[in-house]
């Protein structure tokens, strides 16, 4: 298990499903809570548009944890405080003893949302949930309480996501194993990077694909980073592997949300090996060769 905090917090208010402001040592913070995905009442984007239904999520949570007094206790997804790409705390909720993230799963307001990789403590829990929740053709998985309505595509989104899932539980476990790989997803090593990079070390990285473009003399592909922060791969145009590289992670790594559903079949994360140095202030690892690519790793 994560990470659990001492005490009880106060609700201040439940911004949707998945989504809860709480009081945290005086500050007013966002919790994002993991292993759910509820639906949107306000932003949309291709594979997240507006329904009706979200409203009717945000009034359950405000149901289901006023009737617990709105008293929280919070535990991280690891055994460290995380955060997410946007600085909002990654807990599951527990109110009058329930986990509040598995009820959601369990109740059809949520698909089991392993994007990010699998629940590191609750896995097998957040299955069972779903299952039960799709054969009870509860919430989200029940077609006539959303006749008429906008509806995501989970059957790609769940094979998508799993996808995915698994290359991020093979990079957990080879960070175990390898303590001196850079793991980038949760943002952690990204300091261990700079120090590298500052000794122009030769080092294996695990990242996502997240951009490529043309910048200088070459291309750049961007690995995510979380708080915003940055590693770069850099590909330069004169390289005889320059078009192979670009096109192999392009076509096989990096996904779009306007190219659905081909792009909903790719997994995102790679395992990358070279020697790295700093460049503009950030960590970067010059391309030489398609071999310092992997999905595995070296």
């Known amino acids: 298990m994560g990470l659990k905090l001492k005490g009880l917090f106060d609700v201040i208010k439940v911004v949707d499903g998945d989504t809860i402001k709480t009081n945290l040592n005086g500050e007013i913070i966002n919790l ?4 759910i995905d509820t639906e949107e009442s306000a932003s949309s984007s291709p594979l997240k548009p507006v329904t009706r239904f979200a409203k009717e999520t945000t009034r359950w949570a405000e149901d289901w944890l006023a009737a617990r007094n709105n008293k929280i206790e919070l535990e991280y ?77 989970y059957h790609l989104l769940k094979m998508w996501w799993e996808v995915r899932a698994r290359q991020i539980e093979l990079g957990r476990k080879e960070k175990r194993r390898n303590a001196q790989l850079i793991y980038l997803p949760d943002g952690l090593d990204y300091d261990a990077a700079i120090d590298a990079a500052g000794n122009r070390e030769k080092r294996q990285v695990f990242g996502e694909v997240k951009r490529i473009r043309v910048a200088g003399p070459g291309s750049l592909v961007e690995l995510s980073v979380k708080l915003r922060k940055h590693f770069n791969l850099y590909v330069y145009e004169n390289n005889p592997q320059h078009d192979l590289i670009i096109n192999y992670l392009t076509n096989r790594h990096l996904s779009s949300n306007t190219n659905v559903p081909n792009s909903l079949l790719k997994q995102n994360f790679i395992f990358v090996a070279g020697k790295l140095q700093i460049y503009h202030g950030k960590p970067e690892i010059v391309l030489d060769d398609l071999s310092q690519v992997r999905e595995e790793p070296f």
């Not at 994002?32 to 292993?35: E, H, I, V």
């Open 77 to 153: 997804e690891t055994d460290y405080a995380i955060t997410g790409f946007f600085d909002r705390h990654l807990t599951y909720v527990y109110a009058a003893g329930e986990n509040y993230n598995l009820a959601c799963v369990r109740q059809g307001y949520s698909p089991y949302f392993q994007k990010y990789g699998y629940s590191r403590g609750y896995h097998e829990a957040f299955i069972d949930a779903e299952q039960q929740a799709m054969s009870e053709h509860l919430g989200i998985w029940n077609e006539v309480s959303h006749a008429g309505d906008t509806v995501r595509p």
């Open 32 to 35: 994002r809570l993991p292993c």
